[in-house]
């Protein structure tokens, strides 16, 4: 190793002992209280020089925080999953109306947690299966004007389903053809 580089080194690993050492000297003085001819109080951490009397101040702790303990219990590798799937449909929500237009809109999910290895979303229009992928999101094109259904499956590769969304019920709007 170069000197320069164990100079560094032996800096870095020195310098929170210094920090640390300057930290607990600081807390470890006394505080003294001492009141002036004209009453004014003086607070300092140094003894007065004229030997006029002094009180020692004890102070509270003000800068403690209380631990933090964790929201979420961590998972170890040999544990079995915890948190149970969900998928649901985040946009369009129930009720809503698809304006005038070709019938194109988003469908966005969310899925908590995140799909894992072999998972995937299936989106439900009326009751049929449009496409399984692993992204959250589907472009609708061309959907024809009315009311519909909606549903997420969460699903295993194999076929087996994780979780359903709540089916919601959407209207989309278009415009008549003209009459001649």
Known sequence: ????????????????????????????EDIYKTISKDGTILYS?????????AEIVTLKNNNSVPAVR??????????????????????????DVISMGPGDFKVVVSAVPALSFGEELE???????????????????????GTHQLQVIRKYESGEISHKSSKIEILVLRPLPARN
């Open 70 to 95: 964790p929201i979420r219990k961590i998972q170890h590798l040999n544990e079995k999953k915890t948190l149970s799937a969900a998928v649901e449909i985040v946009t369009p929500e129930h009720q």
């Open 45 to 53: 951490d140094k003894a007065p020089l004229d030997n006029s009397p």
């Open 1 to 28: 190793m170069a000197p320069n580089r164990k100079a560094n080194l032996l800096f870095i690993m020195l310098m929170p002992l210094f920090l640390a050492g300057i930290v607990l000297d600081s807390v470890s």
């Open 123 to 145: 989106l439900i229009l009326d009751d049929k299966p449009l496409s399984g992928q692993r992204e959250n999101v589907w472009n609708l094109k061309n959907i024809a004007r």
